[in-house]
């Protein structure tokens, strides 16, 4: 089944929404770059990556990643207060623009796919690791430039049939 949401109409909602969060409630000029559609964290080599499940008549998530020293910056200007190293205000604090971003993509596509709930946005932070789907599934992805670094927003979404099947056991060896 495919998405009533076309990959272009997916970006233009992460668009709109990352820069409302950015203009509105950050004061943080941002520009969005070419759309690319990824099914592995191809290039991706750590920092801050805060992720948002989607549950509904369609599943997924939303994520998005930053360095270290941007999630910095991010979070001083949500927080009024200066931070020269990734702790748990940063951490909190990106998870919460995780949370607006894709809270607010979240009720702009609920026109064509229906109501959708959200999870609690997780966070992590580090070196050398890589964030992907579970089956190859594929992200539609805008990078972002801000303060002069990469700040990417993803989206991926699957009809929620569509997994049931492959979370069933094929077997049990005896």
């Known amino acids: 089944m495919e998405s009533p949401l076309t990959r272009d109409e997916i970006a233009d909602l992460i668009r709109a929404n990352t820069e409302k969060v950015f203009t509105t409630m950050l004061d943080l000029p941002i520009h969005a770059g070419p759309v690319t559609v990824q ?12 992720l948002v499940g989607f549950a509904g008549e369609w599943s997924g998530s939303g994520t998005i ?18 931070f020269d190293h990734v702790n748990d205000d940063v951490l ?35 070196d050398n690791f890589q964030a992907r789907n579970w089956n190859g599934q594929s992200w ?4 972002f430039s801000c303060e002069g670094e ?16 492959s979370l069933r056991p094929t077997g049990v060896g005896g």
């Open 65 to 82: 990643r930053c360095s270290g020293g941007l999630a910095c910056a991010i979070s001083a200007k949500l927080l009024l207060t200066d």
């Open 140 to 143: 539609t992805t805008v990078p």
């Open 39 to 50: 099914t592995t964290g191809a290039g991706e080599d750590g920092g801050v990556v805060s």
């Open 92 to 126: 909190d604090a990106i998870g919460e623009v995780a949370n607006m971003i894709i809270g607010n993509f979240k009720d702009d596509a609920a026109y064509k796919l229906g109501p959708l709930g959200l999870s609690t946005p997780t966070v992590i932070y580090g």
């Open 150 to 165: 990469l700040f990417e927003v993803k989206i991926c979404l699957v009809p929620s049939h569509a997994l049931r099947g």
